[in-house]
């Protein structure tokens, strides 16, 4: 059994932090140089999330740029409705929600020019599952 904590749990955990700006670049090959947040191979080509300013360094397209924001929530690989939850809230806003996880964190990659109002949304769905809450 998971020690993770329930659904509602998790999100009254949620605490969305900037973490900056990315771009997602599609190449043929990795461009030596780079650290890119992460690597998604496709059948024929890789994309490549990194920064900004190692996708100017390293000649890529930087025109179209996404923030991320870490949930900071306690949830796990296993955890259900977390994704969709956060998904919903902001598409209802007509707001991107590209989700990268990993085994311990979720990462959104959200327009930038919408970061503010996105981290606004996900503080107020952390504050209202806290609400939602049996009191101890």
């Known amino acids: 059994m998971s020690s993770m904590p329930n659904f509602d749990q998790a999100l009254a955990s949620l605490s969305a932090t900037f973490e900056g700006e990315y771009v997602f670049a599609l190449v043929d090959d ?7 947040f992460a ?6 080509l890789y994309t490549v999330v990194l920064s900004t300013d190692q996708a100017a360094d390293a000649g890529l397209p930087t025109a179209k740029t996404y923030a991320r ?5 306690a949830a796990d690989l296993d955890s259900i ?3 969709s939850t956060v998904s919903q809230v902001l598409s209802a806003r007509s707001i991107v929600a590209n989700v990268i996880t990993s085994a311990r964190q ?11 109002e996105a ?6 769905l952390g ?10």
């Open 30 to 36: 990795i461009p030596t140089g780079i650290r890119p």
């Open 39 to 44: 690597i998604v191979r496709d059948a024929d």
């Open 69 to 73: 924001i870490s949930l900071g929530l």
């Open 81 to 83: 409705g977390i994704t």
């Open 106 to 116: 979720t990462h959104l990659f959200v327009q930038a020019d919408r970061a503010q």
């Open 119 to 124: 981290a606004d949304l996900l503080t107020e």
């Open 127 to 136: 504050r209202n599952a806290q609400g939602w809450l049996p009191k101890p």
